[in-house]
């Protein structure tokens, strides 16, 4: 803080006041708080007026017994330390480093503008010198940096507010519980898909209920958190807690908002399961006709935005869960292969992390597993328990 307003006296002069008492309420740039007394005494001397600004270490008043001579404390009208002795007590704008600068000539070299103002203006790019002061003794406030005129901020153009469906608030709440408390950390990997795509062409023509790229990365999923149990967690304070079942959710666009339907104890089911039970959430999500309990309680997270041309993303994670993975478009481009150039297909996946329960080897070593299933897609048909 490097000045303040004091906004009002809470006392007068010649009341007297106890430690501890408040005295007077003084702006910061970030709030009004409230200045106790220092010590016991009487309110012999008020030097700053209510509405005026003053810079850290200035003399606002003296507190002092009736017979004090109260001159040695107001010769020092800059920088006066409070005094836990006898005599008068100084009462000064609190800063751990107060300036040594006359106040008059500090406020002489600029605009006289509340610590609010000078932020707003900062903000904003305004020069504080353009604007004309409404304030006490023609002190810039507030408003008065609101109503001015900047090129550098047209005037926002009209348009009409739509009340935030009861989703979009649910995931207003989510992700701001999330992001700000959760430390993140991100892991991103390209995945070789050509094996995989081949491996749904054979579902294809063998005219079988094939499964969808998400269904894949499900199974993949399921696989590579039964061998990296670390990752199947959540932060729960004192505690990392361990889940003994994998349960999957895989985001769903809303018109609203989405969604995240839950496939159960995907560790125990084939890949045909997973594809029949998806596909039947996935449906009733669309539809809103989950039971609450078909979306709560994920253990691990699947976004997939790939078929919507997006190259990568980012997840924000939603707890309980402490990993969630991202997933990208397929796209061709140029591989290089011992020496030579052809074309490939290729996946950028990217996994969330918090960092309260996972570390970054952890992260790596899942991935490295999720990417050799995806890879030889074949072992997500091993039957369950043979792998």
């Known amino acids: 803080m490097e000045e303040g307003v004091l906004v009002e006296w809470k006392k007068r002069e010649g009341d007297q006041v106890q430690a501890g008492e408040v005295l007077a309420e003084i702006e910061t740039d970030k709030a009004v708080m409230e200045l106790e007394a220092f010590a ?19 003399l606002l008043a003296v507190i002092a017994e009736a017979d004090e001579d109260i001159a040695p404390a107001l010769a020092d009208r800059v920088t006066a330390a409070p005094s836990t002795g006898g005599g008068a007590k100084p009462i000064v704008a609190a800063s751990a480093t107060p300036p040594p600068v006359s106040p008059a ?7 006289l503008a509340s610590p609010r103002a000078k932020a707003l203006a900062t903000e904003r790019g305004i020069d504080l010198s353009t604007i004309a002061g409404t304030g006490p003794g023609g002190r810039i406030v507030e408003e008065d940096v609101l109503n001015a005129q900047s090129p550098a901020m047209p005037a926002m153009p009209a348009g009409t507010d739509q009340p935030l469906t ?13 992001k700000a408390p959760v430390p993140h950390f991100y892991l991103m ?29 499900i199974k993949a999923s399921a696989l590579a958190l039964s061998r990296h149990p670390e990752m199947n967690v959540s932060y729960v304070g004192e505690a990392i807690r361990r889940y003994a079942r994998i349960d999957i959710g895989v985001a769903v666009g809303m018109e609203d908002g989405l969604i995240t ?25 669309k539809e809103k006709r989950l039971h609450p309990h078909e979306y709560t309680g994920a253990t691990f997270s699947i976004s997939n935005l790939g078929m919507f041309g997006v190259d990568n993303f980012i997840a924000v994670l939603i ?28 996946m950028h996946v990217t996994l969330s992390c918090d960092h309260r329960a996972i570390d970054g080897l952890m992260g790596a070593e899942f991935l490295k597993e999720f990417q050799r299933l995806l890879e030889h897609p074949q072992e997500l048909v091993v039957p369950v328990g043979t792998s």
Do not use: W, Y
């Not at 707890?319 to 490939?344: H, K």
């Open 105 to 111: 000539r500090a406020e002489a070299s600029r605009p």
């Open 319 to 346: 707890p309980p869960q402490a990993a969630s993975l991202a997933v990208g478009a397929i796209r061709e481009v140029p591989v290089v292969t011992a020496g030579s150039v052809r074309a490939g297909r290729r």
């Open 189 to 217: 990997k390209e995945i070789d898909m050509e094996a995989a795509e081949q491996f749904r062409n054979q579902f294809k023509q063998g005219r079988q209920p094939h499964p969808s790229i998400t269904d894949l990365l």
């Open 261 to 285: 339907p839950v496939i159960r104890d995907c560790g125990v089911k084939t890949l045909e399961a997973i594809s029949a039970e998806s596909r039947g959430l996935i449906e009733r999500a």
């Open 166 to 178: 009861l989703m979009r608030k649910a995931i207003a709440r989510a992700t701001v519980q999330s």
């Open 40 to 58: 016991s005494g009487i309110l012999r001397k008020i030097l700053v007026e209510n509405g005026e600004t003053v810079l850290s270490g200035t």
